[in-house]
T-cell receptor, first 117, second 112 residues
Framework: DGGITQSPKYLFRKEGQNVTLSCEQN?????MYWYRQDPGQGLRLIYY???????QKGDIAEGYSVSREKKESFPLTVTSAQKNPTAFYLC????????????????FGDGTRLSIL | RKEVEQDPGPFNVPEGATVAFNCTYS??????FFWYRQDCRKEPKLLMS???SGNEDGRFTAQLNRASQYISLLIRDSKLSDSATYLC?????????????FGAGTRLAVHP
């Protein structure tokens, strides 16, 4: 089945440790996104990528890094500089829009819950 | 002020009730609009897009008022399975790619 796969489902980070969250899609979508969700809050954009080997910072990029070496993969690294990493992390993808229409939603993976040990 | 504002609720309604959620957005250049549904500890899933002319999908009706920068979702004949958080989402993408801005969500609890 086509979709977005995030792994692991649960992840624990020790102080001073970098951890990497995996996101893979087989939808042939050009754009991929990483969001963070804290309890009772909306999703906040961390990084996004519109094309292979290119990515842009979102609203809360500090303490995170990404790479986009392949179209289907967009891993997120939570570095030790991110002092409050405990959150629900969601990866999403969407196709490039055709014509003038922007009415194209994003599809989400089922998320990774990150906690500090 | 947040770019997308929603009443957080919770809305506690009995089965069969009609309930309406409202959402306002501040960026008049927003291109398109959606309602997503998020169950507890799960990923958001698209419920419906919102069109200027208004649109309906079964028991769900979405309305958009661009002049007032206001979006609504109406749920008729509520079911227990409608209990979830409803996210208002605005797209202000450019250059052929979308960029979604999410509201914090409105929680709905339908009881027997």
């Amino acid at each position: 089945d086509g979709g977005i796969t995030q792994s692991p489902k649960y992840l624990f980070r020790k102080e001073g440790q970098n951890v990497t969250l995996s996101c893979e899609q087989n939808l042939n979508h050009d754009a991929m996104y990483w969001y963070r969700q804290d309890p009772g809050q909306g999703l906040r954009l961390i990084y996004y990528s519109q094309i292979v080997n290119d990515f842009q910072k979102g609203d809360i990029a500090e303490g995170y890094s990404v790479s986009r070496e392949k179209k289907e993969s967009f891993p997120l690294t939570v570095t030790s500089a991110q002092k409050n990493p405990t959150a629900f992390y969601l990866c999403a993808s969407s196709p490039k829009l055709k014509g003038q229409g922007y009415n194209q939603p994003q599809h989400f993976g089922d998320g990774t819950r990150l906690s500090i040990l | 002020r947040k770019e997308v504002e929603q009443d957080p609720g919770p809305f506690n309604v009995p089965e069969g009730a009609t309930v309406a959620f409202n959402c306002t957005y501040s960026n008049s250049a927003s291109q398109s609009f959606f309602w997503y549904r998020q169950d507890c500890r799960k990923e958001p899933k698209l419920l419906m897009s919102v069109y200027s002319s208004g649109n309906e999908d079964g028991r769900f009706t979405a309305q958009l008022n661009r002049a007032s920068q206001y979006i609504s979702l109406l749920i008729r004949d509520s079911k227990l399975s409608d209990s979830a958080t409803y996210l208002c989402v605005v797209n202000r993408g450019t250059g052929g790619y979308n960029k979604l801005i999410f509201g914090a969500g409105t929680r709905l609890a339908v009881h027997p």
